[in-house]
């Protein structure tokens, strides 16, 4: 079985060793996944990229909203 190159959507004998021209969607795709690991650097680890290794985002709660007034 062919090992998938990075960017094989609807190509199925697309080859690591196989190059194709990236197209605007590819550049579009590639931006959304750099904004992704820049909120969540945990990603960095499941995409198998190097750096920010140790650092998560922040999942803790925003603050209250409306908090009642101590009279």
Same mark, same amino acid.
């Given at each position: 079985?062919?090992?998938?190159?990075?960017?094989?959507?609807?190509?199925?004998?697309?080859?690591?060793?196989?190059? #194709? !021209?990236?197209?605007?969607? *590819?550049?579009?795709?590639?931006?959304?996944?750099? %904004?992704?690991?820049?909120?969540?650097?945990?990603?960095?680890?499941?995409?198998?990229?190097?750096? #920010? !290794?140790?650092?998560?985002? *922040?999942?803790?709660?925003?603050?209250?909203?409306? %908090?009642?007034?101590?009279?």
């Amino acid at each position: 079985m062919p090992r998938v190159g990075r960017s094989s959507v609807g190509s199925e004998h697309t080859t690591n060793d196989q190059k #194709r !021209e990236p197209t605007p969607v *590819d550049t579009i795709a590639e931006e959304w996944v750099d %904004t992704q690991l820049e909120l969540y650097p945990e990603f960095h680890v499941w995409l198998g990229r190097p750096g #920010r !290794e140790g650092e998560y985002a *922040d999942y803790s709660p925003p603050p209250a909203r409306s %908090t009642p007034s101590a009279r």
